[in-house]
């Protein structure tokens, strides 16, 4: 296969697609509102290159339990009524 008579869009498409890839264990931290995503992030960065850092990343990604909020006390909270 000859390189030179890849098209350009063709090469920008395969490195976006790679890029992607690359950082699938990020967006997933992130679609997930996982609590440590700032160090999942980290470690694709750092470590994502490698295939032991990226099977690493994704799989604290998809693992990782979600970031929870502290519900509202009941008397905090604005009823329709009060306006």
């Known amino acids: 296969?000859?390189?030179r008579n890849i098209n350009s869009t063709v090469i920008v498409l395969l490195a976006i697609l790679l890029l992607f890839f690359y950082f699938l264990p990020s967006f997933i931290a992130d679609i997930r509102k996982v609590k440590h995503a700032g160090w999942i992030y980290l470690l694709n960065i750092l470590f994502g290159w490698t295939i032991l850092?990226?099977?690493?990343?994704?799989?604290?990604a998809c693992t990782?339990?979600?970031?929870?909020?502290?519900p509202v006390p009941r008397d905090k909270v604005i009823e329709e009524k009060d306006f």
């Open 64 to 70: 990782e339990e979600l970031a929870t909020t502290k």
């Open 1 to 3: 296969m000859d390189l």
């Open 53 to 60: 850092g990226w099977l690493a990343g994704i799989i604290w």
